[in-house]
């Protein structure tokens, strides 16, 4: 346990379809993280928030949306998605997204788009 | 443009083997590199290395970083078939507001 959960574990979705992700993390960190994993893909970071106000948009199509309600709590709301979208989402948090940064992640949720 | 790359993508070793596992990378203004483990899903940290600490070690793992040569290996001894994961690598620069570049890992196979 690395103290970030992550809800739900798998998702299966339709293309018209809308869904959020939660991401919760109960270690006291200031800054929050969202990554798209895919196959024999590297991790792409999506969105960076640090004390609640978002730093990083990663060229995100807006077909997600973050949102971050306050330090402890992240989501992804999530709307029209394409199949190629299925991937692992990973939350992660650290103490503060401006020192160094060692990352806690969550167990990822698995999200397939048919 | 910022980026990692890691080698070999796969390695298939046996129980017992060392393994040396390769990080390169290009960042601007390096803070940190940092390495995790990867097992059925959350990625779990090993170590961070930064210039004021270019060599760390915990029990059969050992990580040193070459901030000339801008790379970084990662070295398994005796391995176990707990070791079986992907290995991921991971770079930081200065002012970039928390954004770890990530390499596309090592999948180590540990054979019994």
């Known amino acids: 346990e690395t103290g970030v959960t992550q809800t739900p574990r798998h998702l299966v979705m339709g293309m018209t379809n809308k869904k959020s992700l939660k991401c919760e993390q109960h270690l006291g960190h200031n800054a929050m993280y969202w990554y798209k994993q895919s196959a024999k893909k590297p991790l792409e970071l999506m969105f960076v928030?640090?004390?609640?106000?978002?730093?990083e948009n990663n060229s995100v199509p807006s077909r997600f949306s973050p949102e971050c309600p306050n330090s402890s709590h992240l989501f992804l709301h999530l709307h029209t998605l394409q199949p190629e979208d299925s991937a692992l989402y990973l939350c992660?948090?650290?103490?503060?997204?401006?020192?160094?940064?060692?990352?806690?992640f969550g167990p990822g949720t698995r999200l397939t788009v048919l | 443009e910022d980026k990692v790359v890691q080698s070999p993508l796969s390695l298939v070793v046996h129980e017992g083997d060392t393994v040396t596992l390769n990080c390169s990378y290009e960042v601007t203004n390096f803070r940190s590199l940092l390495w995790y483990k990867q097992e059925k899903k959350a990625p779990t940290f090993l170590f961070m290395l930064?210039?004021?600490?270019i060599e760390k070690k915990s029990g059969r793992l050992s990580s040193i970083l070459d901030k000339k040569e801008l790379f970084s290996i990662l070295n398994i001894t005796a391995t176990q078939t707990g070791d079986s994961a992907v290995y991921l690598c991971a770079v930081e620069g200065y002012n970039q507001g928390g954004k770890l570049i990530f390499g596309q890992g090592t999948e180590l196979s540990v054979k019994p």
């Open positions: 930064t210039s004021s600490g």
């Open positions: 928030y640090n004390f609640k106000e978002q730093t």
């Open positions: 992660a948090s650290s103490p503060s997204g401006t020192t160094y940064n060692e990352q806690f």
